[in-house]
């Protein structure tokens, strides 16, 4: 689906602007570390209330060394170096979570982006997320509580 596709390249691209990502980034964290960091997300408020998962497995990448991807409801996988940053995993546990509230299938919408931008505050601080929501703008990525009316809905409930 074309918009879908120009969504994502729009978060993507904001992303690698707010954090200065590159497919060359060193690694921020090892693999023991990583599992750590998801396992203090998957232990945090924000993420229990809307019903995210614990014990999710933080894998290497054994196949796509360039790719970065929830595998499972219950694993994400990184790619070598890049992979193994704050903001890579947040995405990747964002879709986690976006998939144990909604059962919709991982994509970049509205909601993933109002996710994201909420993780990225509790573990980055609000400087990193102000970053985010340059590139946001900068890219003309969507985002936002209004018209996703089950995510409205889920957030009030808390
Ligand atoms: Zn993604």
Redesign the pocket.
Known sequence: MPTRDNQ?RKVYEAEYYAFNRAGDSPAEFTLKEAQKFVNRISSRGLYQKLGGPRGVIVKSNPRRRTMSMMVSPFAIELADGWGYNKDVIL??MT?VLIYHVSRRS?H?GLEFVLLYRRLVEQEMGIEQRRKLDLGLEKYGAKWGVNGSEWLKKKLADL
Request: hydrophobic share 15%.
């Open positions: 994502r995405h990747e879709h991982a970049h």
